[in-house]
């Protein structure tokens, strides 16, 4: 009997098993090492190699391929990523960095006070544009090199913007994933909304409070110095700011990149900051120099990871892969307890293999429903496990984008690699707190009666 997916593998569902476990391999193998990016796309790479072996059609095999890189989320943060490289280098070279870290210092902030500060304002950007990655593009290259310039610690500080990244990826009405889980479901996004704050309110106040004991504040790293620094440097807030300005206002993340990108470079240049062989020059045959290269050279590897990971998701949807787990995990389901610890474990899975939330919630979105209403849990409840669990599992492993993004960027704004990927997860409260939370709701019922839910605009019984 043919099989319903494009993609047939040898040995069937073991086939893609074994795909997945030849990943999961290296992803241990790369995080037990603390590997950089580059461990990483090897990750991933492998079993890209294996899965054409298994394919019994290697003309499908490359369609699917294909039907991974042609995803909008592939061109999008891949373009968002080489944008926000330069953007990045352009903001840390201007010396913008050191007149925050000074007005920080003058302040009388510690770094421990730093990484406060910037989970909330990460929280605050990433609720108000709707996306955790574009928060990391935002957010990263000001706040992470200032915070090392005044003791913050940088595990501490790039866990803080990546927490305050999922806060608003999870409660945010314009996010991706709140708009995925409540369709699914079929209830009204307003609704969704304000039942989830139940859940994320508490975990983001319980964050909050252990970034203010736990960070620590050590040895500045490269400390400013105020007498090297341009008062014209202030001057390049004008990225940020226009990034965040067209990101509120509903503008395509890509293209608010780009003029904040454009604009650095043109006002860098009127105020004397930069000159134009500093920019761009070729000092010899074959040779290419100057900031613009040199951003693009170091996006490079997070470039490599999404070549490589978009096709493994492409190969895992086309051969019915993601679809079968969640039907599989649905078969456990006895009631409503198991049902809701099903819907936690198959959207966590899907996330964490797919490493984009929205993805496993659309695939098993449909499971979810229809085991809800065989056992009359409420809408409002299942959209929100959904989407809770794609903001604890998909942010807490290192290979996903809620890692390998914040360290490339971590790694463009200052001069040394002093995060990993590791070091995102193992640093992102919110996730972690977010986690126990719905341990918690499953355990206890906490959040299971959600009055007056709305199901395409009629009162759901």
Known sequence: MKSQYPLELRGGVWGAVFI???????????????????????????????????ARDWDEYGKAVVAGLSKPMFSIIALAVLLAAVASRLVSESGLIQAVSNAAIHGGLTGGHFVVITFLLSCLVSFSTGTSVGTYFVVIPILFPAGLAIGADPAFLIG?????????????PISDTTIASAT??????????KSRMKYSIPVAIATLMIYLVASPSGTAVGPPEAQSVSPMALVMLIVPGAIITLCLMGEHLVSALAVGSTLGAVVGL?????????????????????LLPASI???????AFL????????????????????????????GPRSVEAVTVLATGILSMVTGVISVAILSVGDVVKNLGIKFNIDGYRRANLMDCSGVSF????PWTVHA????????????RNLVSPMDVPLHNFYSWLMLAMLVFAIVTGYGRSCSGSRRRGRTSK
Do not use: H
């Not at 390998?404 to 790694?411: G, H």
């Open 20 to 54: 997945l476990l030849t990943a999961l391999a290296f992803l241990a193998l790369a995080s037990v090492n603390k590997s950089k990016i580059d461990g990483y796309v090897v990750a991933f790479f492998v079993p890209l190699i294996v899965a054409v072996f298994l």
């Open 160 to 172: 803080s913007i990546a927490a305050g990244g999922a806060f608003g990826d999870n409660l945010a």
């Open 184 to 193: 699914t479901q079929e209830m009204d996004i307003g609704g969704v909304v």
């Open 270 to 290: 009127l105020a004397g900051l930069f000159t134009p062989s500093q920019l761009l020059s070729f000092p010899g045959q074959f040779q290419i120099g100057g």
């Open 297 to 303: 050279e170091a996006a490079l590897p997070t470039i």
């Open 307 to 334: 070549l490589v990971v978009f096709p493994f998701l492409g190969i895992m949807e086309a051969s019915g892969a993601l679809a079968k787990l969640g039907t599989g995990l649905g078969r456990w389901a006895k």
């Open 394 to 397: 998909c942010f807490l492993v």
């Open 404 to 415: 390998i993004v914040p360290t490339m960027l971590a790694a463009a704004s200052f001069p």
